[in-house]
């Protein structure tokens, strides 16, 4: 099943598998885009809430968020290279999960734990492919500790992290993996152009919704495409 939603001028969302739409679709600048990893994770983010969370769960008192759904694509080892195939500029979270299918590029580091929480078995960053440079960069944004209960998607990126990421390149941004829609919040956010695809309907109405928010903003501007530059023959 597919389905498109138009949010507004240069925002459209679809509804259904990536590798599908891609091919009818052309012209985007840069892919900003959290695939899934190929680890099989498990998505109950309450697991480690001393059982509070998880009795929560299952008399159905939180959000799909926490209820441990396997994320689309998780199951089965993932291949990033077609991503680099579109546009001019990706990035492209999970690189620690599939080193050896991109080559050099910078390294965004998504710092996510409190220090006084480092040394755990648990995950203390993320770690993103960036197309353009070789340097490393961090950011760090603690919120995700704070507001499982909240998040519309498991492995929901926060806000400013998106951002962050967004301003490192140019034009339209396209989101193949879109999820609950941070990356279109953000880029709309930023006055950019942006097309997002989702393969699960739940995520793809929490996305429609939170795009949609951000596009009613009173300061909501999208950039207009620039004109191609002519070459005069002189
Ligand atoms: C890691 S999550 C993205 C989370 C997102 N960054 C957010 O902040 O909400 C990856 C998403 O890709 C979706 N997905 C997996 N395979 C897909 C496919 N072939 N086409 C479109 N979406 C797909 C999954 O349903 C999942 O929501």
């Known amino acids: 099943?597919?389905?498109?939603?138009?949010?507004?001028?240069?925002?459209?969302?679809?509804?259904?598998?990536?590798?599908?739409?891609?091919?009818?679709?052309?012209?985007?600048d840069?892919?900003?885009?959290?695939?899934?990893?190929?680890?099989?994770?498990n998505t109950n983010n309450l697991r480690f809430s001393g059982g509070k969370g998880e009795s929560q769960r299952r008399r159905g008192k939180l959000s799909g968020t926490a209820g441990g759904d396997p994320i689309a694509g998780d199951q089965e080892p993932f291949?990033?290279?077609?991503?680099?195939?579109?546009?001019?500029?990706?990035?492209?979270?999970?690189?620690?999960?599939?080193?050896?299918?991109?080559?050099?590029?910078?390294?965004l580091i998504w710092i996510k734990?409190?220090?006084?929480?480092?040394?755990s078995f648990l995950s203390d960053a993320e770690t993103a492919w960036f197309s353009k440079?070789?340097?490393v960069y961090c950011f760090r944004d603690l919120s995700n500790m704070a507001d499982a209960k909240i998040r519309v998607h498991p492995t929901q990126k926060p806000l400013p992290l998106m951002k962050w990421c967004i301003?490192?390149?140019?034009?339209?941004?396209?989101?193949?993996?879109?999820?609950?829609g941070s990356t279109g919040v953000a880029a709309v956010n930023l006055g950019r152009r942006f097309t997002g695809i989702e393969i699960e309907q739940k995520y793809f109405d929490a996305a429609c919704r939170r795009i949609d928010e951000a596009v009613k903003q009173?300061?909501?501007?999208?950039?207009?495409?620039?004109?191609?530059?002519?070459?005069?023959?002189?």
């Open 133 to 135: 440079g070789h340097g």
């Open 167 to 180: 301003e490192k390149t140019t034009g339209s941004i396209l989101d193949p993996f879109m999820g609950g």
């Open 30 to 41: 840069a892919v900003v885009t959290d695939p899934p990893y190929g680890i099989a994770l």
């Open 1 to 28: 099943m597919s389905r498109i939603e138009t949010i507004a001028d240069g925002v459209t969302l679809y509804l259904g598998d990536c590798r599908e739409i891609l091919p009818t679709l052309t012209g985007f």
């Open 113 to 119: 734990r409190f220090d006084e929480a480092f040394g």
């Open 79 to 107: 291949d990033p290279t077609f991503l680099t195939e579109i546009g001019s500029q990706q990035i492209i979270w999970g690189w620690h999960n599939f080193p050896n299918s991109l080559p050099r590029g910078a390294c």
């Open 218 to 234: 009173p300061d909501f501007f999208i950039e207009k495409p620039r004109p191609k530059q002519e070459t005069l023959e002189l």
